[in-house]
C-alpha cells in the first residue's frame, strides 16, 4: 500500500484498508489508481471517526453527507459518490454492510419489464438497441406520469400528445437524433398497442421527420486515407495496439461499431482463420481472418489486454476492465480522422460507416491485394453477395421469362 499513514491508526475503517487494497489490484488497477482509492477511503475514516460512526453505518446518504463536508470546507475537486461504488461493494462482499436492496416492483416497473422481454425474444434486438429502447421508454413514460398522476405514464396517451412530443423534439434535435427519437418512440407505441394497453396503434399519428435526401454528397476515404489512420496507432503502448485492433476490424472488415464491441474472445477461430460477426437481428457472419486483421488482434491480445474474465474481446482501458462500448469505439475513430473529413465542430462521420465505406467492393488492383476487404454487400436483405443461390428463394419470376 505504499506510505498511506492514516491506515496505521485506529479509525473504522482501518481493518478494511489491506483488504480493499488487494481486491483493486486483483480487479487491474493500476497501484496509482488503486492509492487513490485508498486515499479517498482514508478522509472518509477521518469523518465518520469525527462523527462518531463505524463502518456499519455507511449508507449512502452518510457519503452524501461526508462528499458535501468536503464541498463546505473549499475543496476544489470533489469526488462523486461513483467513485466510493469499490469501496461499497467490497464491504458489502465481507458483510459489513447489508446488501443492496432491491427497489419494490411498481406498475410502470412492471411494463419495462414486459416491454424488454418483447425486444429481446419476440423483435430479437441486440443488447444495444434494447438499452436504447429501454432509456427512452422510462424516460418518455416516467416524465408523463409525473406530469399526469399516472402509475405507468400510458395511461390516456393520446395521438396528440404524440404529435406534440415529436415536434418539440424537431426543434430541438438534429435531424438524425429526431430520427432516432421517432424509432425509439415508434417502437414503444407498437408495444402498448399490442400490450393491449392501447386501444390502436399510435404509430401512424406521429408526424414524418423533416428530411430531404441527396442534399450532400457521402464523403469517402481514399486506400491511402484509411493507412494514414492504421499508421497513427502507437504500437508501442497498450492503448495504440487496442486501438489498432479495432481500427482494422472497421476498415478492413467493414464491421459496424456495435459488431466489434460484441465480439468474443471464442469468435476467432485461429486454425481455420475465421471470425464470427454478430450483427443486427441475430444475424452470424463467419468472415475471412485477413492477415493484418490477425496480426492486430495477436498485439492486442498478447501485449494490451488485461486478464479479466470478461468474454469480450475489446476491453477498456480504465480498471476494472469491462466490455467496450460501441460509443467508445467510435470516439477511437474521430481523432485520427483526417482534418478535412471532420464536420460541423470537429466531428466526424461514425466509426460504422468509416468501416463500411473501406470495405466496400474494391476495383482495379487493390482489388486482390493482401488485406483487401470481404464484400458485405447485400446486408438489408440478410443475404451475402457470394451466395446468391438464396436471393431465388425470396424472389420472383421475371415476368418475360416464360416467352
Not at 496507432?233 to 460484441?262: F, K, N, Q, W, Y
Not at 477461430?269 to 493484418?292: C, F, H, Q, S
Not at 495477436?298 to 476492465?321: H, K, M, V
Request: net charge positive; charged share 25%; proline share 7%.
Amino acid at each position: 500500500m505504499g506510505t498511506v499513514s492514516w491506515t496505521r491508526g485506529e479509525g473504522p475503517l482501518v481493518r478494511f484498508a489491506e483488504g480493499f487494497w488487494r481486491e483493486l489490484l486483483r480487479q487491474g488497477h493500476p497501484p496509482a489508481g488503486a492509492k487513490h482509492h485508498l486515499v479517498l477511503m482514508g478522509q472518509l475514516d477521518r469523518w465518520l471517526s469525527g462523527e462518531g460512526l463505524t463502518a456499519g453505518d455507511l449508507t449512502p446518504a452518510v457519503a452524501g453527507r461526508f462528499l458535501a463536508s468536503r464541498r463546505a470546507r473549499g475543496q476544489r475537486r470533489v469526488p462523486t459518490l461513483a467513485s466510493l461504488v469499490p469501496l461499497f461493494d467490497y464491504l458489502r462482499n465481507q458483510h459489513v454492510l447489508p446488501p443492496e436492496q432491491i427497489k419494490a416492483a411498481t406498475s410502470q416497473g412492471e411494463l419495462l419489464a414486459r416491454y424488454r422481454r418483447h425486444l429481446v425474444n419476440d423483435r430479437g434486438l441486440t443488447p444495444g438497441t434494447v438499452l436504447r429502447y429501454e432509456r427512452f421508454a422510462r424516460r418518455f413514460l416516467g416524465g408523463r406520469a409525473a406530469g399526469t398522476g399516472g402509475e405507468t405514464g400510458a395511461e390516456g396517451l393520446t395521438s396528440a400528445e404524440v404529435s406534440a412530443w415529436m415536434l418539440v423534439a424537431g426543434s430541438r434535435l438534429t435531424v438524425e437524433s429526431a430520427k432516432r427519437e421517432a424509432a425509439d418512440l415508434r417502437a414503444l407505441l407498437r408495444f402498448l398497442y399490442l400490450d393491449g394497453i392501447l386501444a390502436a396503434d399510435l404509430g401512424g399519428a406521429m408526424p414524418p421527420v423533416a428530411a430531404w435526401r441527396g442534399t450532400r454528397l457521402p464523403q469517402t476515404m481514399s486506400a491511402a486515407d484509411v493507412d494514414a489512420v492504421l499508421d497513427r496507432c502507437d504500437r508501442s503502448t497498450v492503448s495504440g495496439r487496442r486501438d489498432r485492433a479495432i481500427l482494422v476490424l472497421l476498415a478492413r472488415l467493414g464491421l459496424r461499431s456495435g459488431e466489434v464491441a460484441a465480439l468474443r474472445l471464442g469468435d476467432v477461430d485461429w486454425r481455420a482463420g475465421e471470425i464470427t460477426v454478430r450483427g443486427k437481428a441475430r444475424r452470424t457472419d463467419r468472415l475471412p481472418l485477413l492477415a493484418e486483421v490477425g496480426e492486430a488482434l495477436a498485439a492486442y491480445l498478447t501485449g494490451g489486454r488485461p486478464r479479466s474474465e470478461c468474454p469480450q474481446l475489446i476491453l477498456t482501458l480504465y480498471a476494472p476492465p469491462r466490455p467496450i462500448h460501441p460509443s467508445s469505439i467510435t470516439n477511437v475513430v474521430y481523432p485520427r480522422l483526417p482534418a478535412r473529413r471532420a464536420g460541423p465542430g470537429g466531428r466526424a462521420p461514425a466509426a460504422s460507416c468509416a468501416g463500411h465505406r473501406d470495405a466496400a467492393p474494391r476495383r482495379g488492383p487493390d482489388r486482390d491485394r493482401p488485406g483487401a476487404a470481404p464484400v458485405r454487400s447485400g446486408d438489408h436483405l440478410g443475404v451475402r453477395q457470394d451466395r446468391p443461390g438464396r436471393l431465388r428463394t425470396v424472389s420472383r419470376p421475371w415476368p418475360g421469362a416464360a416467352r
